[in-house]
């Protein structure tokens, strides 16, 4: 699906204004209800993503981070107590509150804190893939309250963590697979799309915006192009229709795989 830069903006002002939640996401349904289910989930995630980045940082001071542990702290002794919220009842979503509270990632605000308890409990900085692993299966982390803390923080994290991760990594791999199967279907080597010779075909299962576009295009379509000639950009959930303005320099984008294409075989035999 094409959305034009102001279809797109109209979108993404509607989301500035909401927390990354399931809620959030049925309002924004309701809200544009014209425009698919898939096209708008990757725009409310890539939105999330970019808020997250801007705010990164302070999130990550040594001020933020004591007082996000001190919150969910364990008090020193051989069972380990917690403090107010979890004392009361351990499987409060102490974590996920304080992750909403602040407007930030659940999943990142888990990882800021069980950073701070193994740098704690190990008196080291623990690896990143110490970290990952304990993110992933939270039945790791020594320390049952945490770790269901972690548990909950990961399952109702809709843009980031593990489970988001996986989630991503299996639609990019089976849109990935669908393409394949539709090449060696139609016996394809190279073809024709709209008058444009085509020698490679990159398959983006995500909504092309301008600043994730962009960054494609330097850092994979134009070394694509320098290397192979003249490609085509599958955004499965649609694009910024503005975007597709280099296709007299060698780069077509489309949102599913065109129809109305022309093989070499094809040419022959009109002939």
């Known amino acids: ?15 500035g204004h909401m927390q990354p939640t399931r809620q959030s996401l049925r309002k924004l349904k309701e809200k544009f209800p014209s425009q698919s289910q898939s096209t708008l989930l990757s725009i409310f995630s890539q939105e999330y993503q970019k808020q997250i980045k801007r705010t990164h940082a302070k999130h990550h001071t040594a001020e933020a981070v004591e ?5 969910l702290t364990y008090l020193r002794s051989l069972y380990g107590k917690y403090l107010n919220g979890v004392m009361k009842n351990a499987a409060a979503p102490v974590l996920l ?12 605000m888990a990882r800021i804190v069980l950073e701070r308890y193994l740098q704690e409990k190990e008196q080291a900085i623990p690896s990143k893939t110490l970290i990952n692993s304990m993110l992933r299966d939270p039945s790791q982390i020594p320390d049952g309250v945490l770790a269901n803390q972690v548990y ?5 994290d809709c843009c980031y963590g593990p489970l988001v991760d996986c989630i991503k990594h299996a639609i ?41 576009h962009q960054a494609y295009l330097q850092d994979q379509f134009w070394s694509y192009w320098n290397r192979f000639g003249p490609g085509l950009v599958i955004y499965w ?34 002939r």
């Open 1 to 15: 699906m094409k959305l034009t830069k102001a279809q797109y903006d109209e979108i993404a002002q509607f989301l």
């Open 67 to 71: 007082t996000y542990y001190q919150r």
């Open 97 to 108: 509150e304080l992750a909403n509270e602040v407007d930030f990632a659940p999943s990142l």
């Open 152 to 156: 909950q923080c990961t399952v109702n």
């Open 172 to 212: 990019g791999h089976e849109h990935e697979v669908l393409l394949r199967e539709m090449l060696l279907e139609k016996n394809l080597s190279f073809i024709a799309v709209e008058g444009h010779i085509i020698h490679w075909i990159e398959s983006k299962a995500s909504f092309g915006d301008e600043s994730s």
């Open 237 to 270: 959930y649609g694009f910024i229709e503005e975007l597709d303005c280099h296709r007299e320099r060698g780069i077509l984008l489309k949102d599913c795989f065109p129809t109305d294409i022309v093989t070499l075989r094809h040419s022959m035999a009109q």
